[in-house]
């Protein structure tokens, strides 16, 4: 990985689109911080295209799509995005409401087993909002547990015939081999009319957990905020370039130099 600073001003000025985690690549310890906020309403401003990609449920995803200044969140790792379309919410499931239907009531059985199975996880405290995937706590609501316990947790989930990815707070599992990198496809396609294999030296993602390890493959102008390092040995695929400040901070660090870039 290099430093952030070193990614050369052409390839920045080539940028159309950012795409995002949220959880420790926005937030910081949870929150939102106001430095952030404004990066993403300058990157929008500047006719950027911005497109949160995160774990995080259907209830946050329509939320955030109403409030914060983008064009689509991608939520619970591939299976809908959010938009507004004429200033109403549109969510586009990947599934029919029948496979989520009965989706969702073999995450809930997993999840029980999952809960009483591996000491000192819980469920995700907005589990109960989630359309199509099987978050547990890890880390967010729970004390940390140890890599063995969430290595456990990602297994039950396989054996189940789940995908796994872990996050910096979640485990989440999920039925299809959808994950981030396909919905952005997806989005971008369908709402953009963009390309993301032809086109992707001309987006950017900044990310910080091993469910964006998809994205870090996929584009050259990959991103990792400094607390990235924590998980670096767990990383099937690493970003090219890492920020100095770690998560909120550091997306604020790599959108200042985008927009710089830019003039």
């Known amino acids: 990985m290099q430093a952030i600073q070193s990614l050369p001003a052409p390839a920045l000025r080539r940028i159309r689109g950012v795409l995002t985690d949220i959880d420790g690549t926005i937030t910081t310890d949870g929150r939102l911080p106001a430095a952030t906020y404004m990066a993403l309403d300058r990157l929008k401003a500047a006719g950027l295209h911005v497109i949160p990609v995160t774990g995080r449920c259907i209830a946050w995803a329509e939320i955030l799509t109403r409030l914060w200044p983008v064009d689509a969140i991608i939520g619970e790792n591939g299976a ?152 670096l040995p767990q990383l099937p695929a690493k970003p090219a370039y890492i920020t100095e400040a770690a998560c909120g901070e550091g997306f604020a660090e790599m959108a200042e130099l985008l927009l710089a870039a830019r003039g």
């Open 80 to 231: 809908f995005y959010s938009h507004l379309r004429a200033g109403k919410l549109v969510t586009r499931y990947l599934d029919d409401a029948a496979t989520r239907a009965d989706n969702l009531a073999r995450i809930h059985a997993l999840g029980k087993r999952i809960v009483q199975e591996v000491p000192g996880c819980a469920l995700a405290s907005d589990q109960a909002w989630h359309a199509a995937d099987l978050a547990v706590d890890h880390a967010e609501d729970v004390a940390p547990l140890p890599p063995t316990a969430v290595e456990r947790i990602a297994g039950l989930m396989r054996q189940a015939g789940m995908t796994a990815t872990v996050s910096s707070i979640h485990v989440n599992g999920w039925f299809g081999d959808h994950d981030k990198l396909s919905m952005s496809r997806l989005c971008a396609a369908e709402l953009l009319g963009a390309d993301l294999d032809a086109e992707r030296e001309e987006w950017l993602f900044i990310g910080d957990s091993a469910n964006d390890a998809s994205m870090f493959a996929h584009f050259p102008l990959s991103v990792g905020v400094a607390n990235i390092r924590d998980i």
